[in-house]
Structures are given as structure tokens and as C-alpha cells.
């Protein structure tokens, strides 16, 4: 069964270090997501992609966030100077359409900036 | 702006005893919903959608859960939980508004079987 796969699972990184986070997406799917999951609390929305360009994204999605789509398999997340509070779980998702279809999401990779 | 309230933070049940766990919505447009599972150390995995068409929907692992327009409610069921189901329960819903909107996801709900 195609899955949503994501590396590394797990990320220690230096406050003001830059992270990638890498997420291999179903290959027939056209839309991609970034959330993120803070110990404890709930999913929350990053950033939705499509068709190579940032289609929606939050107001956590700020300037320090940035995603990618570099070969046309791989889709990426960027954290720049990362933070203290960018600890969290991030997971990748993606799907066939958009909001009227199944987000599939990859297992996660925890993110701890130490 | 929409947002989804679980209330119960954490739901003890006996084994083959029934289970409910609540889930709330607020939107200003139409909207689908969906509950996802989340067992220890792993993803998101997808029990059932609400689309559209009939209020009752079944999902894996003998889960349903019936869409209330008039409550806001997307309430998740099953007649009879298994120790395998112990896991954290999230109820997400997406605006019909076009686009690639992201789903806006509830605190969760942890579902814990006791023998």
C-alpha cells in the first residue's frame, strides 16, 4: 500500500540552527501539507502546496518557514534560526484532490531544538 | 475561521463496552469532516470521512459516526472497543470553500481500553 514517508524521524538540532525536513509523498498525489504537533496539544495547519506554489498557509507558516518541491518526489520543509518553541512533531501529508478527499500522513519526524 | 472542540480529553472504558467520544465543529461554510487515529509512535491514520450524502458513516475497525448539521456535531461510535483500539482520536474538519484548505484538527481525545 503507497504510504507517505518522512526522514529522519527524529531531529536534534542547535537553537538558531537551520532544519530540512523531508517527505516523500504518495506518487499520484498533487496536493501536499506540512502541520506540526507540539507536545500535548492539538495538529495545528502549516502550509498547504500545489501545482509548485504555497496554496494556503497559517499565520504560524511565517518567514522563518519555507517548503519545496525540488524533484518532483521529495517535498521539504525549511526552518531557518530554528527556536526553542519549533520543538514539536511535524508531519507530512498529501492527497489526490483537495478538501474534499483524504489527507494520507506520514509517520512524523520529532523535532527537538535544544 | 472554523474550529473543532473535543471535549473529553481522555475517555476510560472497559473492554467490549461501548464508546462515544465528542466531537464539535464551528464554520461559517459547509464542510467536511473526518476523524483520524493516531496509535503510539505513529502517523495519522484515517477512520472515516464525512463528504456529503448520508449522515451516517462507517469507517475501519467497526468506527462509525453521524454528521448533525443542527448540533454541529460529528460524535464517533463503536458498539463494542478491543484493548488495540487504546489511541488518540482526532476530530478534524475542512471548510467547502475551494482551494487546498488545510484541516483544522480537535485537541483529541485519548481512548483508554481497560481489560
Known amino acids: 500500500e503507497p504510504e507517505v514517508t518522512q526522514t529522519p524521524s527524529h531531529q536534534v538540532t542547535q537553537m538558531g540552527q537551520e532544519v530540512i525536513l523531508r517527505c516523500v509523498p504518495i506518487?499520484?498525489?498533487?496536493?501536499f501539507y506540512w502541520y506540526r504537533q507540539i507536545l500535548g496539544q492539538k495538529v495545528e495547519f502549516l502550509v498547504s502546496?500545489?501545482?509548485?506554489?504555497?496554496?494556503?498557509k497559517s499565520e504560524i507558516f511565517d518567514d522563518q518557514f519555507s517548503v519545496e518541491r525540488p524533484d518532483g518526489s521529495n517535498f521539504t520543509l525549511k526552518i531557518r534560526s530554528t527556536k526553542l518553541e519549533d520543538s514539536a512533531m511535524y508531519f507530512c501529508?498529501?492527497?489526490?484532490?483537495?478538501?474534499?478527499?483524504?489527507?494520507?500522513f506520514g509517520q512524523g519526524t520529532r523535532l527537538t531544538v535544544v | 475561521a472554523q474550529s473543532v472542540t473535543q471535549l473529553d480529553s481522555q475517555v476510560p472504558v472497559f473492554e467490549e463496552a461501548p464508546v462515544e467520544l465528542r466531537c464539535n465543529y464551528s464554520?461559517?461554510?459547509?464542510?467536511?469532516l473526518f476523524w483520524y487515529v493516531q496509535y503510539p509512535n505513529q502517523g495519522l491514520q484515517l477512520l472515516l470521512k464525512?463528504?456529503?450524502?448520508?449522515?451516517l458513516v462507517k469507517g475501519i475497525n467497526g468506527f462509525e459516526a453521524e454528521f448533525n448539521k443542527s448540533q454541529t456535531s460529528f460524535h464517533l461510535r463503536k458498539p463494542s472497543v478491543h484493548i488495540s483500539d487504546t489511541a488518540e482520536y482526532f476530530c478534524?474538519?475542512?471548510?467547502?470553500?475551494?482551494?487546498?484548505?488545510?484541516?483544522?484538527f480537535g485537541k483529541g481525545t485519548h481512548l483508554i481500553i481497560q481489560p
Open positions: 501529508a498529501s492527497s489526490v484532490g483537495s478538501v474534499n478527499t483524504e489527507a494520507f
Open positions: 506518487s499520484n498525489h498533487l496536493y
Open positions: 502546496f500545489y501545482n509548485n506554489e504555497i496554496s494556503e
Open positions: 464554520s461559517s461554510v459547509s464542510v467536511y
Open positions: 464525512y463528504l456529503s450524502g448520508s449522515t
Open positions: 478534524a474538519v475542512r471548510s467547502g470553500g475551494g482551494g487546498a484548505d488545510g484541516l483544522t
